[in-house]
């Protein structure tokens, strides 16, 4: 279908090629070569054929079992996510009439914020003396402050859902206003009520967004190492936090680099899954029409 | 008040320059002005960490020979090796590296010997820092001691009276209160618990599998205790301050800034010993301003230079003669009123060999896994 296309074409898709070439085709390119390298005491690249570093990521529990647990922590805080966004996004869309645009701005909002700013508002929200735990004791719910709630994997989590909620909003509201009003009314006039219409109508044509604006939040927390950092207690690691050792202190850049391969994998391949299953699920829109 | 001690500390300067006419200044003066033709428009270019390129030294410096020095600053050791070796365009004069690379430098041949005779105050220099064999090597020495400081015990005194041993990390009254620096060196603390630096002090930092083991399975005994691994003394400050942690090992820098909002904070060395580092002024193989680059070790390593690093940078510096140019208060905090204590009781970091290792079960530890 290329050769059919005018040359002009080919003009218009030069930058992004070279866009691709230099920022993402070479850099991974160049890692994975370097995954293979092997290193001096000094920590010098030494050009090698050396499968040593994948042999200790899938060996040593350190490596495979962080990986593991970032993984399911990931899975948490996609699902919550996903939790807080489609009653939002459902209400943003369908319920509020006059402040729509007010409401979808708010969510989009924290966007425009530094990611370090959100992180550090959330230490001073859950710290021991922080807002959360001071207004906790002034109702007379606890008496001691609870000092699990900063500092720990929940926080971590806690800040994660805040810090990517907007990015699973925005496309599962997007799927929600391209829902035809009609159909609504249609499913209500054939007798389901509120909640049948939601789950038989609604959610099932707004999945395309749901698994967009999901795989986002996943994604985005299986690389995130700074929540981690500064959130994160004594047993918070996550595999970016190894994988940023590696290049910062440990200077062990190939296992720093198989680790950002195997990491890349699985990301490739959630993407490929998320993709899969949205096209499976928007052919439900073509049957619409 | 310290405005006022500045200004008369600025009369004693001016008078001590005046009053010093005397034989060895008058012919450092007269060395300096044939250099100052040499180095006209030339740039000295220093690979350092972050503020040891501060103008409120390097200005006076710049002034006296015409030529311009810049920092290039790196952030952990790693990139120090990472731009040192890197090939093309960047040359560097002057590296300032941690004992944990320092050794590895001078191993690597990407540093030459110092002329000592040519370091006019090297003497001046505290007797301990010198003594480091780690930047000598065929009796030729490599590295012109900088800055230093301890890795100590840093306690909110209002919660923990009178500490003598790192024994309150592992109070049951202190749980979930105490923070470790997310770094190597908290294996050399363990090292130390363990006893291990008590016949030879390099000990810790060369560690066999059996001891590293040993070092894993006391600082997972020390983890319910921890709060938070702290990764800039920045992050430690705000701890100690919002009181999640009340004891950490820390740097002479926290207590300094927590007594400036009011909290009763400070620093000790326990019995058990502490660690401490000291970063090195090396020359680069690669040099091709040799003559400026020994120029500004011998002026920097100056006790009244010292003392404006040590005020850019609130370190302890290797000069001892820099206290005579330094505030009561700034003395304190970088602990140049008691530096025979401190050099007595530190154990000097060393070149790590085995980093990788000691690094994999530092993370071991964190994630609490094998």
């Known amino acids: 279908m290329f050769l059919k296309l005018k040359p002009s074409f080919y003009l218009l898709f030069l930058p992004l090629a070279l866009w691709m070439l230099l920022f993402l085709v070479l850099p991974y390119t160049r890692v994975f070569i370097q995954s293979f390298y092997t290193i001096d005491d000094f920590g010098v690249l030494q050009p090698a054929l050396s499968f040593d570093s994948y042999k200790r990521f899938f060996t040593k529990e350190l490596y495979y079992f962080t990986l593991f647990k970032t993984f399911g922590l990931s899975a948490v805080v996609t699902a919550i996510a996903l939790i807080v966004s489609i009653p939002l996004a459902y209400y943003i869309a369908f319920k509020a009439t006059k402040n729509k645009t007010l409401l979808y701005t708010l969510i989009i909002l924290p966007l425009w914020v530094s990611y370090i700013v959100r992180a550090y508002a959330w230490k001073i929200i859950l710290g021991e003396e922080g807002i959360l735990n001071s207004f906790l004791q002034f109702i007379g719910f606890i008496d001691s402050p609870i000092s699990a709630l900063l500092y ?50 609604v959610l099932p044509l707004s999945l395309p967004g749901i698994i967009t604006g999901g795989t986002f939040a996943f994604v985005l927390s299986l690389g995130d190492f700074l929540a981690p950092n500064l959130l994160g207690g004594s047993n918070t690691l996550f595999i970016s936090n190894i994988f940023q050792n590696m290049f910062g202190t440990s200077n062990d850049k190939p296992l720093g680099s198989a680790i950002g391969i195997v990491l890349l994998v699985v990301v490739l391949f959630v993407l490929d899954m998320s993709s899969r299953a949205e096209k499976r699920y928007s052919s439900l829109n073509s049957d619409r029409t | 008040m310290q405005k006022l001690f500045k200004s008369i500390a600025a009369i004693a300067l001016a008078f001590t320059t005046l ?71 960047e040359v560097y004069d002057i590296v300032t590296p941690s004992p944990d690379m320092a050794q590895a430098l001078v191993e690597k041949d990407l540093v030459q010997p110092i002329d000592l005779t040519k370091i006019t105050h090297y003497d001046s220099l505290g007797a301990k820092l010198r003594s480091m064999q780690d930047v000598v090597k065929d009796g030729k020495t490599y590295g012109v001691p900088f800055t230093w400081g301890p890795d100590y015990l840093v306690y909110n005194a209002d919660v923990i009276k009178d500490p003598t041993s790192w024994n309150v990390l592992f109070d049951p009254k202190n749980k979930g209160k105490i923070a470790l620096w997310d770094d190597i060196s908290s294996l050399y603390l363990a090292g130390i618990l363990l006893g291990y630096d008590k016949t030879d002090k390099g000990a810790i930092y060369n560690m066999n599998e059996e001891q590293l083991a040993a070092v894993k399975k006391k600082l997972m005994e020390l983890k319910p205790q921890i709060r938070k691994y702290w990764a800039t003394a920045g992050e430690l400050d705000n701890m100690m301050k919002n009181k999640e942690v009340v004891a950490a090992i820390g740097w002479p820098l926290t207590p300094a800034t927590l007594k400036k909002d009011g909290m009763n904070v400070k620093g000790m060395i326990p019995v058990e010993g502490a660690t401490g580092w000291i970063d090195r002024l090396m020359i680069t193989k690669s040099t091709t301003n040799k003559d400026l680059a020994v120029a500004w070790i011998d002026y920097i390593t100056k006790a009244e230079n010292m003392a ?43 070149y790590v060999k085995n980093r990788k290792r000691y690094n994999e079960i530092w993370n071991e530890v964190k994630g609490g896994t094998k």
Not at chain 2, 312 to 325: F, L, Q
Request: include cysteine; glycine fraction near 8%; charge should be negative.
């Open chain 2, 308 to 350: 404006k690093v040590a005020e850019a940078t609130n370190y302890s510096v290797a000069n001892e003669g820099a206290k005579a140019y330094m505030s009561p208060e700034l003395q304190e905090i970088t602990q140049m009123n008691n530096t025979t204590y401190y050099f007595e009781k530190l154990n000097f970091w060393q």
């Open chain 1, 152 to 201: 720990s994997d929940l926080a971590v989590v806690i800040g994660m859902v805040h810090i990517y909620t907007p990015f699973v909003l925005m496309p599962i509201y997007t799927s929600f206003e391209q829902i035809p009003t009609s159909l609504v009314e249609a499913s209500k006039d054939l007798g389901a009520n509120r909640f049948i219409t939601f789950f038989k109508v």
């Open chain 2, 19 to 89: 009053s010093c006419g005397g034989g060895s200044e008058k012919k450092a003066e007269e060395s300096a002005e044939v250099a100052v033709t040499d180095f006209k428009g030339k740039t000295l270019s220093i690979l350092c960490w972050e503020g040891y390129a501060d103008t409120k030294f390097t200005k006076a410096f710049e002034d006296k020979y015409g030529c311009t020095v810049k920092g290039v600053y790196f952030g952990s050791s790693d990139e120090l090796i990472a731009k040192l070796t890197a090939g093309g365009g």
